[in-house]
Nanobody, 118 residues
Framework: QVQLVESGGGLVQPGGSLRLSCAAS????????MAWFRQAPEKGREFVAA????????NYGGSVQGRFTVFRDKDKNTMFLQMNNLKPEDTAVYFC???????????WGQGTQVTVSS
């Protein structure tokens, strides 16, 4: 069983930045690939970013490429999502997921709300 807890969401103006965190239960962190997804009201879940178990391989959804960066800190058992140049269309609930390999994520956090608005 893997437990995931997201944090770092909030209200930010367009063009601003936020850093999301996803803390994972200890031993499981190093054996799972991880990812961020998001879901806006009345829309389906959208892939944002993924990172391999070792952190060497990353990939991004087209709408965030060049603005978001995903990375993980094995000492803190935490994955991060650095979001820069935020746009109103980035407004959504952001979820982190963990799984043996991309794109099969079987464990999910509760989500954190990100709102981009002036």
């Amino acid at each position: 069983q893997v437990q995931l807890v997201e944090s770092g969401g909030g209200l930010v103006q367009p063009g601003g930045s936020l850093r999301l965190s996803c803390a994972a239960s200890g031993r499981a962190f190093r054996s799972h690939a991880m990812a961020w997804f998001r879901q806006a009201p009345e829309k389906g879940r959208e892939f944002v970013a993924a990172i391999s178990r070792g952190g060497g391989d990353v990939n991004y959804g087209g709408s965030v490429q060049g603005r978001f960066t995903v990375f993980r800190d094995k000492d803190k058992n935490t994955m991060f999502l650095q979001m820069n140049n935020l746009k109103p269309e980035d407004t959504a609930v952001y979820f982190c997921g963990a799984g043996i390999r991309h794109p099969d994520y079987e464990y999910w956090g509760q989500g954190t709300q990100v709102t981009v608005s002036s």
